[in-house]
Structure formats: C-alpha cells, structure tokens
C-alpha cells in the first residue's frame, strides 16, 4: 500500500541556519505529493504540492522537488525564522485513497 | 476566509459517556475527514466521507462512529469514551476529483477521558 517515511525530529536549528527534513514514499501509480504544516495551537494547512515527477512546489521560502528516481519529496528551506517553528507533515494522495501522512518532524528554531 | 469549524476546542469527559465532536465547512467541499493525532504517531484516519450519508472505515474506525446527514457537517461520535481514545482529533475536508489531497484543516479538538 501507500506510504510516507519522513525523518524523525524534533530538529532544533538556529535562525538563518539551512532545513531539509527528508521525505520518501512507496506509492503505486503517479501519488501527488505534499507538505503539510501546522503550527503551535492550530490545525495542519497546506504548505506546498507537487503533481508529477521533476515538479518543484514552493511557499514561504520552503522548497520540495518531485523525485520520482528516488521516490523522495524533500523540504528545504535555506534561512530558517523563529516564525517556521512548527511540525511538518509529508503527504501523499495516489489513486481514489485518502491523502496519506507521515508521523510528522518537529521543528524548534532559537534565536 | 474559508473554514472548516470544529465546535469545542478542548473537552473533558468521563469514562463511558457519549462523545459528540461536531465539524462544519463552509467550502461546498464533498468530502470531510477525521483524523486523530497522537504523539509519535501523526494523524490516523479514523473516517471520512464522500458524499451525504456515505461514510468509509479509516485506519482506525474501532469504538467511533460518524455522521454525515448534511453536506456542510460531519459529526464523529464516541459512543462509549475510553481513556485510550484521549487524543487530539482533527476535521479537515476537501473538493472531489484531483484536488482531493489538499486539505483544510479545522482547528482540532482535544479530548481528554478521565
């Protein structure tokens, strides 16, 4: 079945410091894929999507590139905030299935 | 602003009473979802629901159950609460077709049983 393996955290980073919180899949078909964020007190909201292979979603300075090579959808970020403190959710949607989640990373940034 | 509306944000009940989380979205969206949301474990699907009164079985459908008599509301229902079943739970919802993997999330409630 489908699946989504994302790094385990919490990452603690300091600010302007780089993020890559590693994501793969196992999916059958061609799965979009997601990031999911949800910050301190709130529900999840969508952060960035990617459709098909070799797509690059991005939102708010994060970045995620469709690897279908490597079944991967990495986030980046290239200076982190105090503000991007938060946890992240990898996701995939393949087929007429509910969308899929991984366990979520945590992310602490100090000032 | 869009939104998807879960009715208590924080609830404490007692062993064996009966549990009513209520969830409203005001996007016409046709399909509704809840999750759970445990530490270490991320979000399990419990149920969802793609159309008035069709409901499917999640990851975790054992000891809740839901409703779905309007479009807007989806309610999930404990109908005897367990210590087990304190969690944070999760409405979210969704268009059909090829935008059904992006979600909009309420808030959460969080459910302790005592």
């Known amino acids: 079945g489908n699946s989504v393996t994302q790094m385990e955290g919490p990452v603690t980073l300091s600010e302007e410091a780089f993020l890559t919180i590693n994501c793969t899949y196992t999916a059958t078909g061609y799965p979009s894929l997601f990031w999911y964020v949800q910050y301190p007190g709130e529900g999840l909201q969508l952060l960035l999507k990617?459709?098909?292979?070799?797509d690059k979603g991005s939102n708010k300075g994060f970045e995620a590139t469709y690897r279908k090579e490597t079944t991967s959808f990495h986030l980046e970020k290239g200076s982190v905030q105090v503000s991007d403190s938060a946890v992240y959710f990898c996701a995939l949607y393949s087929g007429n299935t509910p969308l899929v989640f991984g366990k979520g990373t945590r992310l602490s940034v100090i000032a | 602003d869009v939104k998807v509306t879960q009715s208590s944000r924080y609830l404490v009940k007692r062993t064996g009473e009966k549990v009513f989380l209520e969830c409203v979205q005001d996007m016409d969206h046709e399909n509704m979802f809840w999750y759970r949301q445990d530490p270490g474990l991320g979000l399990r699907l419990i149920y969802f629901?793609?159309?008035?009164?069709?409901?499917e079985k999640g990851d975790i459908p054992e000891g809740y159950s839901v409703s779905r008599e309007k479009k807007e509301r989806f309610s999930l229902i404990l109908e005897s609460a367990s210590t087990n079943q304190t969690s944070m739970y999760l409405c979210a919802s969704s268009r059909a077709g090829g935008r059904t993997g992006e979600l909009f999330f309420g808030e959460g409630s969080r459910l302790t049983v005592l």
């Open positions: 990617a459709t098909k292979a070799d």
């Open positions: 629901s793609y159309d008035v009164k069709m409901k």
